[in-house]
């Protein structure tokens, strides 16, 4: 086994699916509320929201594009309708990756906003054996940045998290390491080890 690190949790949008599937699923959702913006503005706020990842896509984007109190639920209903993964949509690095996690003895897990529909996807692709345990948002009823959805991952997953209870902002400014591609992973999970 492994290190210290024994659990491998990934999200599923832009790091197993093209995130643009999400992208196009709310801009279209938003627009049939009612938005009324360009694409540029629409790929502006998105292109901030990826770059901080400080807060909620989906609160950030409905309030900015349908004003303050829109209704959640509604737009993730919509957007749901058009959050299908096509095959095309699973980066190429993926399934080779996972057997390398596997193979090298990690449990892994998701911790992803994402509608339950997407484990049909995944089953489709071939993805769902490779993994334990799932903390999708929309199956658990919590989503990101909430911490409670990643308690509750952590949970069902049988493990404590290492983190303070209440990290402060310097401790999560500086991740340990930053990868560009999913197949970079088991490479520096080994030097993490």
């Given amino acids: ?18 995130d643009r599937v999400y992208a196009e699923a709310w801009r279209r959702a938003l627009r049939e509320a009612g938005g009324s913006f360009t694409d540029a503005a629409f ?4 292109a901030a929201c990826r770059a901080g990842q400080d807060r909620s896509f989906r609160v950030h ?6 004003g303050p109190d829109p209704d959640l639920r ?5 957007a749901a309708r058009y959050w299908q993964y096509p095959p095309s949509a699973l980066h190429a690095d993926v ?14 897990g998701v911790i992803a906003n994402q509608p339950s529909q997407v484990r049909a996807a995944m089953e489709r692709d071939g993805l769902v054996g490779f993994f334990d345990v799932w903390g999708v948002s929309d199956d658990l009823g919590l989503h990101k940045p909430d911490p409670a959805l990643f ?10 998290g290492e983190a303070p209870d209440d990290p402060t902002p310097a401790q999560l400014a500086e991740p340990d390491v930053a990868i560009e591609e999913l197949q970079q992973l088991p490479d520096v999970l080994d030097e993490l080890s």
């Fill in 1 to 18: 086994m492994p290190g210290a690190i024994d659990h491998v949790f990934l999200d599923i949008g832009g790091v197993l699916y093209d």
């Fill in 43 to 46: 790929d502006d706020e998105y």
């Fill in 61 to 66: 984007l409905a309030t900015v594009f349908l």
């Fill in 74 to 78: 509604a737009l993730e209903s919509r």
């Fill in 95 to 108: 399934v080779p990756t996972l057997h390398s996690l596997l193979d090298a003895g990690y449990r892994l």
């Fill in 151 to 160: 308690h509750r991952t952590l949970e069902l997953a049988g493990v404590a």
